[in-house]
Nanobody
Framework: VQLQASGGGLVQAGGSLRLSCAAS????????MAWFRQAPGKDRDLVAA????????SYADSVKGRFTIDRDNAKNTVYLQVNSLKPEDTAVYYC???????????????????WGQGTLVTVSS
């Protein structure tokens, strides 16, 4: 599976972005998908995860109510709408795919076996 993330950039606090991740190489509808992020000097943490069908989602507490994950299985793409951005949201955002069994959403980083290259989101105060 190849994952190509895009949509990051520099935005002021309170602004919005829409991140996209296009997948190829495996049947997309069989993949559990997620977004993780990693700030400098910190661990890579879950932001949001979505089930294979898109019917179930899970979020980190820090982004609930501000971020929305969704997927379009016809376009082999997963999205992350990020609203009301804060400086502490600054990080490299990675999309990830899991071909493990189960419908998801899966919050465990160790279950994700495919990773995109990351897209940088910088939020200025």
């Amino acid at each position: 599976v190849q994952l190509q993330a895009s949509g990051g950039g520099l935005v002021q606090a309170g602004g919005s972005l829409r991140l996209s991740c296009a997948a190829s190489g495996l049947a997309f509808s069989w993949l559990q998908m997620a977004w993780f992020r990693q700030a400098p000097g910190k661990d890579r943490d879950l932001v949001a995860a979505i089930s294979r069908s898109g019917g179930s989602t899970s979020y980190a507490d820090s982004v609930k109510g501000r971020f929305t994950i969704d997927r379009d299985n016809a376009k082999n793409t997963v999205y992350l709408q990020v609203n009301s951005l804060k400086p502490e949201d600054t990080a490299v955002y990675y999309c990830a795919a899991s071909s493990r069994s189960g419908w998801g959403p899966n919050r465990n980083i160790n279950e994700y076996n495919y990773w995109g290259q990351g897209t940088l989101v910088t939020v200025s105060s």
